[in-house]
């Protein structure tokens, strides 16, 4: 999608605002009007006829729901044409460099030790693919996204599979676009949904019935208060039956309050929520998938023979009761008249014996779709993409034709292709030309083929391996490892790893850079040699030419390729583009005479 495709959308969007917004203010005057027309009415009619009074009351009081019927329907669509606004301009945003400013969920959390690919390759945390790629908002997206960046999958029929999928969502552009936006909303509910705790009250298996006692004054004290005060108004009976019933009623709810509470206060956070969920399950349901994995995720939406729609609207309409008690002076009424707080607990343990077994699934089955659309982030915002193939070849290696970093803009990125086959890469060049981006950009690439997303090339193919780098690496003062023994212990692990024979890709930059140059090509020839096995793809990218000679060696399946640079005037120029063979120059002095370190020639 181009930049003025989004720039159409927004504007189209913003009008929708402006004309929800209208309604939504004349609704709210009406709602106004009403009530203070009603109550007027009231309150002169109670001289001439009470019951007229309470009759007239009874008739503006169902206006009054219907407006806010009406109300409530304006409000949910001005809340999502504004989140899909939002995510109109997210998506725009990373046409640009715009998203490296945003304060937006990056993923930084799942950044551990154990995962040091995370940090080599930008895949979590500030700047990373996570922050770039990522439109899931709940628990269970976010997490899918990170196994899904993190572990990938094995199968390369699962990986098409899931490949299928993701294709699919990218081409119903609406729904993605409305899916993304009522997830926007999941996040941007008022209150901090506690949906985990609400899970763990649905796990627990229900308890049996209410006792039959309590069960005869839930339902049969209501009827009576409210036919008391009916008399009452009609002057049949004294108002006081109906008064006393009414605290007798109140009575029950301070009794009972500590016990009810317990039982609906992990509902309270979720009412704002449910709404967005139970729309976005609703979709799920209702679209015609032609893929097999999103029918066999609408399937477990129907596990059981319990719509998952239905359950979730049923609970939507019970965390509205429940809400009540934020008004007090209606929550004090339908108290007082309807043993309220008994029904709202009866009728979520009602909705636990026949939904509560269910509800996980239909989260992760959320979370599922969040994963998917945003693995098809990238097809809709840059326009050189496509889905790899994975192969079922026992060697390891791949084939890449104009392959590109993710990260860097379309106007800034350059294209590579490239091929390896079970073979040892070594990779020269002068500063800044371009290397270690190259590593990146074949790590990161990778990562999403195996997880079933598009990548940014003309076109990829490869074998699954396990992916090993050594890049970023940091000393740590507190343990007494250096530099140098960091990164020691990081092609130990490769090496280790090797001997189980099975396919990996391993990307080491500027390998053993934090020793002296003789100890340096030593160590980095016996890694070399070490992991030049038939089952490894390694490149190793070194400012040491003496490494290029691996070529010739017979033990190690080596080849050379290079970046370089050419110049303008004093002026250093990249092209960016990798060659075969071994690099020729450098260029450390001219970059110490530009940054003023080293004086000119001719001065």
């Keep these: 999608m181009d930049q003025k495709r989004f720039e159409r959308d927004i504007t189209a969007c913003q009008c929708e605002i402006h004309r929800w917004e209208q309604r939504y203010n004349r609704i709210s005057a009406i709602r106004l009007l009403l009530f203070i027309v009603s109550l007027g009415a009231c309150i002169l009619l109670w001289r001439i006829e009470p019951l007229l009074s309470v009759l007239c009351a009874g008739v503006g009081l169902l206006l009054f ?37 945003e304060q937006t969920d990056s993923g930084a959390e799942f950044l551990s030790s154990d995962f040091p690919q995370a940090v080599d390759l930008d895949l979590f945390g500030p700047k990373s693919l996570y922050h770039y790629i990522s439109t899931a908002n709940t628990p269970w997206g976010r997490e899918k996204l990170e196994e899904a960046l993190r572990v990938g999958m094995t199968s390369p029929t699962e990986i098409a599979k899931r490949q299928a999928a993701v294709s699919e969502l990218v081409q119903k552009h609406e729904l993605a676009m409305e899916l993304e936006a009522l997830s926007r909303r999941v996040a941007e509910t008022k ?8 899970l763990q009250y ?18 049969g004290l209501p009827p009576i208060t409210i036919a008391l005060f009916l008399l009452g108004l009609c002057h049949i009976l004294p108002l006081a039956a109906g008064s006393l019933c009414f605290v007798v009623q109140l009575g029950f709810l301070f009794v009972g309050y500590r016990k009810t509470n317990r039982i609906l206060t992990p509902l309270f956070s979720l009412q704002d929520s449910l709404t967005p969920y139970e729309t976005i ?17 609408q399937g477990r939406l129907h596990g059981g023979g319990a719509s998952a729609t239905a359950g979730i609207q049923k609970l939507a309409g ?34 636990r014996r026949c939904y509560g077994a269910r509800l996980e699934g239909w989260l992760e089955a959320v979370g599922d779709a969040e994963m998917l659309l945003s693995l098809g982030t990238l097809c809709r915002i840059k326009d050189q993409t496509c889905f790899p193939t994975i192969t079922q070849d026992q060697e390891p290696g791949f084939e890449a034709v104009d392959l590109a970093h993710p990260l860097i803009t379309q106007d800034k990125v350059v294209a590579n292709s490239f091929s390896l086959r079970a073979q040892t890469c070594i990779l020269t060049g002068s500063n800044m030309s371009g290397k270690t981006t190259f590593l990146r950009c074949i790590g990161v690439n990778l990562t999403l083929a195996y997880a079933g997303g598009p990548v940014c090339a003309t076109a990829l193919s490869a074998s699954r391996m396990k992916i090993f780098t050594s890049m970023r690496i940091q000393d740590d003062v507190s343990q007494g490892i250096s530099t140098f023994y960091a990164e020691i212990l990081r092609i130990k692990t490769m090496v280790e790893y090797s001997r189980e024979r099975l396919p990996m890709l391993a990307l080491v930059d500027e390998i053993f850079k934090g020793t002296n140059s003789a100890d340096r090509v030593i160590g980095a020839t016996e890694a070399a040699k070490k992991l030049s096995r038939p089952w490894i793809c390694c490149l190793i990218s070194t400012h040491d030419f003496e490494l290029c000679d691996l070529e010739n060696d017979p033990e190690i399946r080596a080849v050379n390729h290079h970046f370089t640079e050419y110049y303008e005037g004093d002026t250093i120029r990249f092209d960016y583009r990798i060659q075969e063979g071994r690099c020729r120059t450098t260029n450390a002095k001219q970059l110490l005479r530009m940054a003023g370190i080293l004086e000119t020639e001719d001065s």
């Design 191 to 198: 209150k901090n949904p506690d949906m985990e705790g609400f």
């Design 281 to 297: 399950l609703r979709r799920l349901e209702q679209e015609s998938f032609d893929s097999e994995s999103l029918r066999e995720l």
């Design 65 to 101: 729901i219907c407006l806010m019927k009406w109300h409530g329907d304006s409000m949910e669509q001005l809340a999502q044409q504004k989140s899909r606004k939002a995510v109109l301009q997210w998506h725009q945003s990373r046409m640009g460099e715009e998203w490296r400013q």
């Design 318 to 351: 019970i965390a509205q009761g429940v809400y009540l008690r934020y008004n007090p002076v209606v929550y004090t009424l339908a108290c007082g008249l309807l043993m309220w707080n008994y029904h709202m607990v009866e009728a979520l343990e009602r909705w």
């Design 202 to 219: 649905a796990r627990r298996q229900p308890k049996g019935q209410w006792p039959v006692a309590l069960r005869i004054f839930t339902w």
